[in-house]
């Protein structure tokens, strides 16, 4: 923003890019998955190539050809990661896509659960603290939706009850 | 105690923060200006006062400093542009102005100008980078020339054709095929397009000013703590999403 002056990072690509929090790498979606560009080295990275799973909302009926993404929920401090939803979860995936994990396991359960992560950081632009985090929770069959907790594997507390009676 | 012709306020925002800021509008706009109140010891006083309209306020997050933008107008130029007006130390006994004015400064092309459609913004840079405020920039139209007598119509309606005329008049509407946006969503967002503007980045401490945007076709997204923004631009791929297919964009930063 000094200068004014622009140079390409990537042509062609599927969604627009957002930053990470801490700066380092933007995001973007194409074909499906989720690239990192490092800005410090203009490295563009599919970062879900190896994640067992799908980010793509293939029951959308959206017309373009480009299913759209489940999103993205924010990235974790120092820009390690970035977390990511599939279906019913969250994932954290490293900057670089080299380790992915479930930060929620709701897709596992019998009667699968959607669970989306609340940020309750105090300043927009703050990094997601994924250590224990609330999520909203919705039952795509029962209709039901409410809170709980993730710590782990294990959703704990207010599972499907509902908001409104 | 009882402020009137308040238009604006906004508290300074920090813990500790005591500092009310106020603009004052009134009738006339006599008296319009920036008047500060100190509730800690509940006094009250004029930062500035100009036969101008204020808009704007905003503190920077846990300061003393503090913006706001004024209109100004020249005999050149349809509308106003925006001075930006910067105080820091609010708080003290002697304030520091700084001024961002674009028509004097030379900064902007004079058929560009500073716009109040995009308020001025307290930017998150880098430590070191100084203060960095973001404003929006967009055309000046030069003044409409006065009808002359015979031709036309004016809003006083004199000289404009008879209503029955009027009514006998086709409407033809010319939509070019190679036109991404079809002229019912033209027609629908023309006063949204009236007030586009390219955002820009004024550096205070060296008073230079750098336009970010380069078409409306385009978002541009400032780096938190870093003086960086990343650019998704699209016009290549208009005609794809007009109609609701792919949307495909390139990354710059800049």
């Known amino acids: 923003m000094t200068t004014g002056q622009r140079t390409l990072l990537k042509k062609d690509v599927g ?33 879900t190539a190896a994640v067992k799973t799908s980010f793509v909302d293939v029951e959308s009926d959206s017309t373009s050809p480009e299913r759209p993404m489940f999103g993205v929920a924010g990235w974790t401090k120092n820009d390690e990661a970035v977390v990511l939803y599939d279906k019913y979860d969250a994932w954290r995936v490293s900057a670089d896509g080299s380790t992915a994990a479930r930060v929620t396991s709701c897709g596992l359960e019998k009667d699968p659960v959607r669970c989306r992560i609340l940020n309750l950081a105090p300043q927009p632009g703050e990094p997601l603290d994924i250590s224990s985090p609330f999520v909203t929770m919705f039952g795509p069959t029962s209709k039901k939706s409410g809170y709980g907790r993730s710590p782990g594997r294990r959703i704990d507390h207010a599972r499907e009850d509902s908001l409104d009676g | 105690m009882t402020i009137g012709n308040v238009t604006e306020f906004a508290w300074q925002p920090t813990d500790t923060g005591r500092l009310l800021a106020m603009v004052i509008g009134a009738d006339g706009q006599a008296g319009n200006g920036v008047q500060i109140y100190d509730a800690a010891t509940s006094t009250l006083r004029v930062l500035e006062t100009a036969p101008t309209e204020y808009a704007g306020l905003s503190w920077r997050d846990d300061s003393q400093d503090l913006l706001v933008m004024k209109s100004k107008t020249d005999d050149k130029h349809d509308g106003p542009t925006q001075v930006i007006d910067v105080w820091t130390g609010v708080g003290t006994a002697a304030p520091t102005l700084v001024t961002l004015d674009s028509t004097v400064a030379g900064m902007l092309p004079p058929t560009q100008r500073i716009v109040n459609s995009r308020r001025a913004a307290w930017m998150n840079g880098p430590a070191g980078a100084g203060q960095m405020i973001s404003v929006g920039v967009a055309d000046w139209p030069a003044k409409p020339a006065a009808p002359e007598g015979g031709r036309g119509g004016n809003a006083n309606g004199r000289g404009a054709a008879p209503a029955a005329a009027a009514n006998d008049k086709a409407d033809v509407d010319v939509w070019h095929w190679n036109d991404p946006i079809v002229m019912a969503r033209q027609k629908l967002s023309v006063a949204a397009d009236r007030r586009r503007s390219l955002p820009a980045v004024w550096h205070v401490s060296s008073n230079k000013l750098v336009v970010l945007g380069k078409s409306f076709d385009e978002n541009v997204s400032p780096i938190r703590g870093t003086t960086l923004a990343l650019v998704s631009e699209f016009t290549p791929y208009l005609m794809d999403r007009s109609i609701g297919r792919e949307r495909r964009t390139s990354i710059w930063p800049t």
């Open chain 1, 15 to 47: 969604s627009n890019a957002s930053a990470s929090t801490g700066g380092k790498y933007a995001i973007f979606a194409d074909n499906g998955h989720y690239w990192t560009i490092n800005l410090a080295t203009k490295a563009v990275t599919n970062i």
